[in-house]
């Protein structure tokens, strides 16, 4: 199976099979109320069905699929208002930006792969992470394809960062900060299979059902087996999965230090059943 890569002013797109797997924008515009960042979105199955939502009504910096922090050391890079203990949410003047400094990209007939190199800045202008980001396309198989997501976020702050969440800061079962996916509104009410909010496990199953289409879709999210995360999954009021940064205990990370993460995402057509979902996980270690 040959994936196709093509660069277009500000974003690429990985093809395969005549279908665009996705979008990646690397050069946002945005109000900066939602704190300008890298996406991916739209995400399809390779029957084209699109498993993600762009810029809802209720949380207009929620964009397909991204990497971010809601919380780091106080500034927000998520978008929104900013969750204080005792006050609640706050639109402060945090709001930070995620710069692309270059994207260099590679295929072959098996995998398509995007890296990229990132400045996080926050709001005064100060730079306080460097990232090093890697997306890949891989294992197409007759009904669903793979996305992994790496990161190596590096401080160059000079002094102690420390990444946080709502749930950090004391909002019970809102640890959402790291990677990110959001739902299209037609899998409002899905079906959750693996953890429950705040729980630990390998990985989380969404089956999500589209509008107009008799059809169903399956999103598989791996954790990174080295660092065991807890879930930050919702179905209702909207669909969402976030292998939590830091969901109840805040992260530290000290000047020159490098915090790595990695996880897999399956895309899949049809509703996938645990007995499903726990085959695919033993056939593919991670």
């Known amino acids: 199976m040959t994936l196709e890569l093509l660069r277009n002013e500000g974003a690429l797109t990985v093809r395969a099979r005549g279908t665009e797997l996705f979008r990646y924008v690397h050069h946002p515009v945005m109000d900066p109320f939602e704190a300008p960042k890298p996406y991916l979105h739209p995400v399809r199955t390779l029957a084209g069905q699109v498993v993600t939502g762009y810029r809802p009504h209720d949380h207009r910096w929620h964009k397909g699929i991204q990497f971010t922090a809601s919380w780091l050391s106080g500034q927000n890079f998520w978008g929104g208002g900013t969750y204080l203990r005792g006050q609640g949410y706050v639109d402060l003047p945090n709001l930070g930006t995620m710069r692309s400094l270059g994207v260099s990209t590679g295929t072959d007939h098996e995998r398509a792969v995007v890296t990229e190199d990132l400045a996080w800045h926050t709001m005064a202008g100060e730079r306080w992470i460097d990232e090093r980001r890697t997306l890949t396309a891989c294992d197409v198989e007759a009904d669903s394809w793979t996305l992994e997501v790496t990161t190596e976020l590096t401080n160059v702050h000079g002094t102690d960062l420390v990444f946080g969440s709502p749930g950090t800061q004391g909002r019970e079962l809102a640890g959402y900060s790291g990677l990110f996916w959001r739902g299209p509104r037609e899998f409002t009410g899905g079906d959750v299979i693996g953890p429950g909010m705040g729980e630990q496990g390998d990985w989380l199953a969404f089956v999500g059902t589209h509008d107009e289409v008799d059809r169903s879709s399956t999103l598989l999210f791996l954790d990174d087996p080295d660092h065991p995360c807890q879930w930050f999954v ?53």
Do not use: C, M, Q
Request: aromatic share 10%; glycine share 4%.
């Open 234 to 286: 919702r179905s209702e009021p909207i669909p969402a999965v976030n292998p939590s940064l830091a969901f109840e205990k805040e992260v530290p990370l000290a000047p020159g230090d490098t915090l790595a993460r990695r996880y897999r995402i399956v895309v899949a057509d049809g509703a996938w059943d645990r007995a499903r979902l726990t085959r695919y996980v033993e056939e593919h270690p991670w």
